[in-house]
């Protein structure tokens, strides 16, 4: 098989930051995809109706011209968002959902929940209107090791909002461990989980391979290989719960080779291709529309998008650097051949 024709693709889960920085990486996204869930952690966070809908007309006033681009907004929930915040939301047509992150638990997570039982009456009222709860499910206690935060969300925080709040329609966001793989398939059709690009290609030793490679950290931090191959069997899998969502995160190389670099791997340049990438190692691309094109629509009670995208088996190397504010962008596999290639896409 030398090329692969799928409906036109949408991320749903991307970070696009704001002002210079969003301008620096719209374009990317808007390239491979017609419509993206756009995270709310700037600083300050997008916490109501009026900040979502002024982020989002920066966003499209960024977009290149003739763009068709849809940024489908979200909340971001802390101590003080009330059920009017979500009645709000709930009502225009351009926010998608809202989301939990707990306090400290990523970048820019300090305006998050410090404590979910805040929360009940919000997710009541989200769970009345079926508005979307999309969760960065990792818990954050200090005493909790890194690579166990995910699985310890599940058992003390998700199991808990979906007791108590069984009918609240929940993504669980960029997924990385085998625990959370199984445990969203034995889900009821409430619970979907997105998967990044980055996951399925690394496991942890990604980050240490002959030296510390900062350019390969975000959080969720990447597992052991035993979880990779699980989300590989999910995503490939053809379960309609889970769809792509990149976790594309951009920070400047001066910010992430630094002694306490950020969390946040940039993978919108070549978003479509890297997953394709993963596909191909699972050997199985029968359900490649599905994850990257259907499902995620499916989910959010939104249409597919008209149009296709074809990928041609093709190799390209990923540059070494992006421009970007006051230092470089190195984008995932930075200076690598990737092996399949957008048609039409001129980001080469
Ligand atoms: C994200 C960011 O930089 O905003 N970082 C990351 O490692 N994924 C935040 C997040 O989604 O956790
Ligand atoms: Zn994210």
Known sequence: MNELTITTPDDWHLHLRDSSRME???GD?????????IMPNLVPPVRNVDDARAYRERILAALPPGSHFQPLMTLYLTDNTSPADIDAASD???????????????TNSDAGVTDIARLDAVFERMQARGFMLQVHGEATGSEIDVFDRE??????????????????????????TRDAVEYVAAADDRLAATITPHHLLINRNAMFAGGIRPHNYCLPIAKREVHRQALLQAASGG???????????PHSQSDKESACGCAGIYSAYSALELYA????EAGDFSHFEAFMSLSGPAFYGLEPNTGTVTLERREWTV???????DSPLIPFRAGEVLHWKLRGNTNE
């Open 277 to 280: 990438e993963a596909f191909e």
């Open 239 to 249: 379960n309609r719960r889970f769809f792509a969502g990149t976790d594309s995160a």
């Open 24 to 26: 620096a990486v719209v």
């Open 29 to 37: 996204t808007a390239r491979q995809f017609r419509r993206a869930i």
């Open 319 to 325: 540059p070494a650097t992006l421009p970007f504010p």
């Open 151 to 176: 699985k310890v969300f599940i058992e003390r925080s998700l199991e808990r909002i979906r007791a108590q709040f069984p009918e609240l329609p929940i993504v669980f966001e960029h997924i990385t």
């Open 92 to 106: 225009s047509d351009f926010v998608f959902g809202a989301k939990l992150y707990p306090a400290g638990a990523t």
